[in-house]
């Protein structure tokens, strides 16, 4: 069963911090239904859509190759999952087994994403 406490939220919240530093980026970190780890991204100079929930099993698909976009999100993936992540789903036989799941948002439904200068 997917779960993700605070404690494990304040342990990898320095490495997604970096990412955020790193890429120049402004980022908030949650929690939804003790299942999840979200990044909700509010501004930044990488060119987003005003809001945008990404697929973060996809994201050269839907963001290209070696773009930055593409680069700053798989990193963001990377920290936000840590060495302890895990992931034993069998979609074939409906079981679903997991650490957490992780959701990336770009900017929010009433509060749109801000490009800032580069």
Not at 30 to 42: D, M, T, Y
Not at 81 to 100: E, I, L, V
Request: aromatic letters at 14%; one cysteine or more; a negative charge.
């Amino acid at each position: 069963m997917a779960y993700i406490s605070q404690e494990k939220k304040k342990e990898l919240a320095p490495a997604i911090k970096a990412v955020a530093k790193k890429f120049g980026m402004k980022v908030t970190i949650g929690i939804n239904n003790h299942s999840s780890l979200v990044v909700r991204v509010k501004e930044g100079p990488l060119q987003f859509g005003d809001y945008e929930q990404v697929n973060v099993y996809h994201v050269e698909k839907f963001y290209g190759t070696g773009t930055k976009q593409t680069a700053f999100l798989e990193e963001m993936v990377d920290a936000m999952k840590g060495a302890d992540w895990f992931c034993d789903d069998d979609a074939m036989t409906d079981y679903f087994h997991r650490s957490y799941y992780t959701d990336i948002h770009i900017g929010r439904w009433d509060t749109p994403y801000i490009q800032t200068a580069a």
